[in-house]
């Protein structure tokens, strides 16, 4: 017999005072009532009830027992009540990965917006370039920026994200504008470094839409964007980082973008989640408002 439905019923019978009294209204009989109790007995190897034909008292177990009982079953209500709760109300701690560039100019920005519609969902926010396991690290989504590997993992596309190449003035002044992405190959450029080598491949769409891959040289590589840009803001080189970035460096002319008249080269970007047959609503909620204030469509 099921353990939890034994104790529930047992409890009924110690609050009702007889079995009789406990099958009513619960859809089964005092035999029924009966076989439940003498199952726990048997599990227990002890007597809970001293039983005549007029009247049972708790014996010494079973009155601890009933004691016990009645506190895990009400743990129990509360688990189920707070488990529905979440499901239909934003509640809980959410955590999520997002690359360190994405973390601090996009969702950091955006979360008094969130936090101020869900009161009680408390964001873990953990920036980090690599690709973090949802499992493993207990995330409930990350952001990932590329093409994504096949995985089993629900992807919702996000706005994509530009790459723009520019140098701060000093640099350019003292090594000339480059006039076309092959041009790339007598200038210093500055180059993300992954744990799989530098970035020095550099991809550009041209006026007429063909991609073009430009090997770019340099003398310096960085694993982290904040870092390069710092090092271009410098004048030693030129960066190809995202637009986020750099967007008010290019705006107060601390950098000037190269190559204006090209599309600018863009990287997927997709919020992440595992497969749920219906998702928690504080997943829900902010999958949601990333996909309001970050979506494709988003003004």
Not at 14 to 22: D, L, P, Q
Not at 141 to 155: E, F
Not at 264 to 293: C, G, H, N, W
């Amino acid at each position: 017999m099921d353990r939890f439905a034994s104790m529930s019923v047992f409890v009924r019978v110690v609050e009702r005072g007889s079995f009789a009294a406990a099958a009513e209204g619960s859809g089964m009989t005092a035999t029924m009532i009966g076989n439940h109790i003498r199952a726990l007995e048997h599990l227990l190897g002890a007597r809970l009830l001293n039983r005549t034909t007029r009247r049972q008292n708790l014996t010494e177990i079973g009155r601890s027992y009933y004691e016990q009982c009645v506190s895990i079953l009400a743990q129990l209500q509360s688990a189920e009540i707070d488990a529905r709760d979440m499901r239909t109300r934003p509640r809980g701690r959410l955590r999520v990965s997002a690359p360190i560039i994405y973390a601090a100019h996009r969702l950091a920005p955006a979360m008094k917006d969130y936090l101020d519609r869900h009161p009680d969902v408390h964001v873990e926010l953990v920036p980090s370039d690599r690709m973090v396991d949802l499992v493993d690290g207990g995330f409930d989504a990350a952001i990932r920026v590329g093409l994504l590997p096949d995985s089993n993992l629900i992807a919702r596309p996000l706005a994509p994200s530009p790459r723009i190449a520019c140098a701060a003035p000093d640099y350019l002044a003292r090594h000339g504008m480059p006039a076309v992405p092959a041009d790339l190959t007598k200038h210093n450029c500055l180059a993300f470094g992954y744990d799989s080598g530098p970035d020095r491949d550099w991809h550009f769409i041209l006026a007429d839409g063909s991609q073009q891959t430009v090997h770019v040289p340099g003398r310096l590589d960085i694993n982290s964007g904040q870092a390069l840009r710092e090092a271009a803001l410098s004048g030693l080189g030129i960066i190809l980082m995202p637009e986020m970035l750099l967007e008010n460096d290019l705006a107060e002319g601390k950098l000037i973008r190269l190559f204006p008249d090209l599309p600018a080269p863009t990287f997927p970007v997709q919020i992440v989640y595992l497969p749920e047959r219906k998702l928690t609503a504080k997943l829900a909620s902010f999958v949601d408002f990333m996909l309001e204030r970050f979506g494709p469509d988003a003004g």
